[in-house]
């Protein structure tokens, strides 16, 4: 018989650790989180820069720090078990879920609820098909980033960044910090994906010049990479001939875009959201599977890791009071829809029990904008406006909706979207 | 004296106002295009005095993993931190190593200290 637990937690990153802590406050008894690296801590172990925390913990730190703090939350409580060098190969339908680990080889566990944090992994050359041969020195940003601040090794003396993402601008800093040369970094959208203070410190603090609306047309170099072929993009992100120019390096790295990693959830049979690439979740982060519940990066790509605590600790909580059987009786259900310049919003529905209640809403908006009001709608109704000064891609908005407000939703769904200014 | 107009992004939250500041002989007269004091003052500080944290790494013997993360205590002037960067490449310390350990005192002369970022085991 394999062993019971109230939860079980799939990754041990900082959603997976988040969970465990809301899921131990809420009353849960045994808690399990498998994770598959030789540390807990996730991908905040390589993110050696500051800037995080500042919401959640309401202190800059690091993100060693950050990790740190969260594994100190649940260190000695002998309610959590944690087990890294262990992977988590399938989950089944009925909670049991099949590990392996080079200590205890190929075992199941089994949950009352089980919770997936296993976050998300980055987009490769392939996702974007650049031309070119297949030269050593192409990396993700976060492999490079990997290489340099945890195993002690530079990929590369002169590089060229492809993307504007935080993890490429990160990268640009911490190669220049080690004496490398970083020649340009190529955005092909007309705005970067970037937080703005990651252009300012680490882009123009080195003297990196940002070339937006432009693309890599061609990669040179046959045993190692020589350099890039850059051409300016028309609003079609389609490369202009005759613009194009060379760039010298012999290194890559792409900053393209991060994907939910959702094989295991895909083989349960959850169902994805088509933008988010995560799982279809309700306001308590519960999964299209019941007692399965999902946080983080695995449900949507973040660009705070604090909003990736605040949102664990809901999955947490519900998922301990699941267990326990405490779960709200829900009287209907609301499915959230985003409109109107709001590309994506999590949760995507809410399972109201009688007299609604309080939910936070996680938005992405398809392009930047000024002055804009965030609308929500029930029919023509607006049931909640907010003034946004600002609105960008990379920055997600998060809205609270007060029980008050969900109490008034009786009918089957809502719209999010973005109401103009008129000039 | 020469004026001069320098235009940066103001990094204090997510507006990203764009900032135009005066000098005069290097010294601040104003900046326009900001929306709150806290731009103004970022402004000023930018001009006159930029400050930066560092984050980097060094070498650590017999410890969990090779490298450790350090991070400045507290921000340092901006035109110092290449320059410590390039110290911490030499610097070697022994596991095991706890979080907020000073890793190299008062660096470069800029009062400011070096930190660990995390605990480093020892290895085994």
Redesign the interface.
């Known amino acids: 018989m394999s062993e019971l637990y109230d939860v079980v937690i799939v990754g041990g990153g900082p959603a997976g650790l988040s969970a465990a802590y809301s899921a131990y406050k809420n009353g849960a008894k045994k808690i399990l989180v498998l994770e598959r690296d030789r540390?807990l801590g996730g991908i905040l172990?390589q993110c050696?820069?500051?800037g995080f925390g500042l919401h959640h913990f309401k202190e800059e730190l690091?993100?060693?720090?950050y990790?740190?703090r969260c594994i100190g939350l649940i260190k000695d409580k002998p309610e959590v078990e944690t087990r890294v060098d262990t992977m988590v190969l399938e989950v089944h339908e009925d909670k049991t879920v099949l590990a392996v680990s080079p200590t205890k080889g190929i075992y199941t566990v089994q949950g009352k609820t089980v919770i997936l944090t296993m976050g998300c992994r980055e987009r490769t050359r392939g996702a974007i098909r650049t031309p070119g041969g297949r030269p050593a020195g192409i990396f993700t940003a976060g492999a490079a980033q990997r290489m340099?601040?945890?195993?002690?090794y530079l990929p590369g003396k002169k590089i060229v960044i492809l993307g504007s993402g935080d993890i490429g601008l990160i990268m640009a800093r911490r190669m220049?910090?080690?004496?490398c040369k970083v020649m340009a970094d190529i955005e092909i959208c007309p705005f970067s994906n970037g937080?703005?203070?990651n252009?300012?410190?680490c882009l123009?603090?080195y003297n990196i010049p940002l070339y937006l609306a432009h693309t890599i047309t061609r990669i040179h170099g046959k045993d190692r990479v020589t350099g890039v072929t850059v051409a300016k993009v028309d609003n079609k992100m389609q490369p202009i001939p005759g613009t194009e120019f060379d760039i010298e390096c012999d290194t890559l790295l792409l900053s393209v875009g991060l994907i939910p990693e959702n094989e295991l959830s895909r083989s349960l049979g959850i169902k994805l959201h088509r933008l988010t690439n995560g799982p279809i979740v309700d306001q308590h982060r519960e999964t299209s599977l019941p007692g399965f519940y999902a946080a983080g990066n695995v449900v949507h790509v973040h660009d705070l890791v604090d909003f990736v605590s605040d949102e664990a600790e809901i999955a947490g909580k519900f998922a301990a009071l699941d267990a326990q059987g405490k779960l709200p009786a829900v009287q209907h259900d609301v499915a959230v829809e985003a409109v109107n310049g709001v590309r994506t919003c999590v949760p995507q529905h809410l399972s109201l029990p009688e007299g609604g209640e309080g939910a936070r809403l996680f938005m992405r908006v398809s392009a930047p904008a000024r002055k804009v009001t965030l609308e929500i709608k029930q029919g023509d109704e607006v049931l909640l406006s907010r003034m946004l000064?600002?609105v960008?891609p990379s920055?997600m908005i998060a809205v609270e909706v007060p029980a008050a407000i969900t109490a008034k939703m009786t009918g089957s769904s809502v719209t999010v979207g973005l109401k103009q200014k008129e000039a | 004296m020469a004026t001069e107009k320098r235009v940066?992004?103001?990094?204090m939250c997510?507006?990203?106002c764009e900032l135009t500041v005066t000098l005069d002989g290097g010294k601040f007269v104003s900046v326009t295009g900001n929306?709150c004091p806290r731009g103004a003052k970022y402004a000023q500080d930018e001009v006159t005095a930029p400050k930066?944290?560092?984050?980097?790494?060094v070498?650590i013997k017999g410890g969990?993993?090779?490298?450790l993360?350090?991070?400045s205590k507290t921000v340092m002037p901006?035109g110092k931190?290449?320059e410590a960067?390039?110290a911490l490449?030499s610097v070697e310390v022994q596991a095991p190593v706890k979080?907020g350990d000073v890793v190299v005192a008062d660096i470069l002369g800029t009062g400011v200290d070096i930190i660990a970022?995390?605990?480093m085991a020892a290895k085994n």
């Open positions: 540390e172990q050696i820069h500051n690091t993100g060693p720090g990790a740190g340099v601040n945890m195993e002690g220049s910090l080690e004496g937080l703005t203070r252009i300012v410190q123009n603090d000064p600002v960008k920055e | 940066m992004n103001c990094i997510p507006m990203g929306t930066r944290m560092l984050t980097s790494t070498r969990f993993l090779p490298l993360p350090v991070v901006k931190v290449l960067a390039r490449r979080a970022s995390r605990n």
